[in-house]
């Protein structure tokens, strides 16, 4: 089976701008999560996607949002973006997270300047 | 105050010794505690999952322990090798929430 697959792996951008992440997850897996990682915070939860439905969201603000596809496939966009959201963004894929395995994928790495 | 800890903060040993990595956490109501390894620049992956009426899981050389009653976890590490090096993160699951630890940074030297 392929793994999670995050496009793209890096990406630098402007403040201000806005930036769309995409995440394809393992074939058969509904459940799509959305993480951002720092060095200073660890690893944040974003939002949860199940089938094509947002489940569960974290404490991020309005400029984060998302969405799931048909077909499972995941976006994630960041509008008005600022310095400290540069980091890692990692999305997961899992049956169902409650209860089964999650399968990383690789992240893409935002840098803003 | 994080509900997942993770001690030591950063921890470095000498390949081929052993390691014990502690959390502890105040998340209820418990479902599942999952210990992930994450190499750097890289996603986490999964090592061990464990549900409340677990109190031992193996995985090759990481053994998982899990008090439910004390709230603690530690992941052991036996015969360590270089390529345990990475960051071990701690992830407790109460219902739909998953509440993620600080990690533990280990270093494995020659």
């Known amino acids: 089976k392929a793994g999670v697959t995050q496009t793209p792996r890096y990406l630098i951008k402007t403040r201000g701008q806005q930036v769309t992440l995409s995440c394809s997850p393992i074939s058969g897996h509904r459940s799509v999560s959305w993480y951002q990682q720092t060095p200073g915070q660890g690893l944040q939860f974003l939002f949860e996607y199940f089938s094509e439905t947002q489940r569960n969201k974290g404490n991020f603000p309005g400029r984060f949002s998302g969405r799931q596809f048909s077909n499972s496939r995941s976006e994630m966009n960041v509008s008005t973006l600022e310095l400290g959201d540069s980091a890692l963004y990692l999305c997961a894929s899992s049956l169902d997270p409650r209860t089964y395995e999650q399968y990383f994928g690789p992240g893409t790495r935002l840098t803003v300047t | 105050k994080n509900q997942v800890e993770q001690s030591p903060q950063s921890l470095i040993i000498l390949e081929g010794k052993n390691c014990t990595l502690q959390c502890n956490y105040t998340v209820s109501p418990f479902s599942n505690l999952r210990w992930y390894k994450q190499d750097t620049g890289r996603g986490p992956v999964s090592l061990t999952i464990?549900?409340?009426?677990?109190n031992t899981k193996s995985n090759g050389r990481y053994t998982a322990t899990l008090d439910a009653d004390t709230k603690q976890s530690s992941l052991h590490i036996t015969a360590s090798q270089l390529s345990d090096s990475a960051s071990y993160i701690c992830v407790v699951s109460a219902g739909g929430d998953m509440r993620f630890g600080a990690g533990t940074r280990l270093t494995v030297k020659p």
């Open positions: 464990m549900t409340f009426s677990e």
